[in-house]
């Protein structure tokens, strides 16, 4: 068994049908492993359920390093390359970063360890978004950052609920016009 192929799988499952759906007898069904054996690694759906968000967080940090060092995109390319992997994701029925808001709603405790590993996550997002808009000396950059995540995180929540792909389009323009007019307010435009 590989530990990968199983956070794999139980990340597919829980982006096609939601955290209630968990438990390890359907994962073991699943990548079809013994139930004991995934025990050994994972003694309930708690334990798996943190371990494939951070899993699956690591994954994004990976993708959101390699998009920091690609020469060939702008800094506003690299803020809006976000949607078109969730556009991606969404076609082929996954909705990736609900996973984090959805946790958050099933572990409401902020310090409970699976909360804080969202946590974690968003305030990553917002930081890769924060040192793009730097890296572009955006006006105002922390709050561009905000309305950039509220955007996404709207988005996400959204999909959550409606899973519609025009969603992920209109967050996508959103958060362009967002730059643009943060580009313009920059160059005075506004004023």
Partial sequence: MLREQVLDQTLNLLEQRGLATLSLEKVAELVDVPLNELRRFWPDAEALLYDSLRYHGEQI???RRQLMLDDTLTPPQKLLARYKVLDEQVRQ??????LFIAACTFFPESDAPIHQLAENQKRASYDYTLSLLQEMGSDDAEMVA????????????KLLVKRQLIDVEVARRLAEDVLNIARCREHGALS
């Fill in 93 to 98: 029925q996954r909705y990736p970063g609900c």
């Fill in 146 to 157: 905000q309305q950039m995540e509220l955007i996404l995180e709207g988005c996400l929540s």
């Fill in 61 to 63: 940090e990976i993708w």
